[in-house]
Nanobody, 125 residues
Framework: QVQLVESGGGLVQAGGSLRLSCAAS????????MGWFRQAPGKERDFVAA????????YYADSVKGRFTISRDNAKNTVYLQMNSLRPDDTAVYYC??????????????????WGQGTQVTVSS
């Protein structure tokens, strides 16, 4: 069992930055691929970014490439999402996800073994 707790969301002006964190419980964190998804009101949950268990492979949605960076610290059981050059259409609830499958599978299938409760990110224009 893995529990995921996100933090770091908030209100920011367009062009600003935020860093989301996802703290995971359990001693097998390093064996999971991790990812971030987001869901805006009235829309489906969309893939944002994913990283392999080692952090050596990363995947991004086209809409965030060059602006967002996913990283992980296995010693701290934490995965991060650094978000720069934020835009109003980045406004959403952001969810952390963990999977025993690969990061590429997480990106393509949107299916995870565990989900966090979400953290709100609001970007004002």
């Amino acid at each position: 069992q893995v529990q995921l707790v996100e933090s770091g969301g908030g209100l920011v002006q367009a062009g600003g930055s935020l860093r989301l964190s996802c703290a995971a419980s359990g001693r097998t964190f390093s064996s999971y691929a991790m990812g971030w998804f987001r869901q805006a009101p009235g829309k489906e949950r969309d893939f944002v970014a994913a990283t392999s268990w080692s952090g050596g492979s990363t995947y991004y949605a086209d809409s965030v490439k060059g602006r967002f960076t996913i990283s992980r610290d296995n010693a701290k059981n934490t995965v991060y999402l650094q978000m720069n050059s934020l835009r109003p259409d980045d406004t959403a609830v952001y969810y952390c996800a963990a999977t025993r499958a690969s990061a590429s599978n997480l990106a393509s299938s949107r299916r995870a073994d565990y989900w966090g409760q979400g953290t709100q990110v609001t970007v004002s224009s």
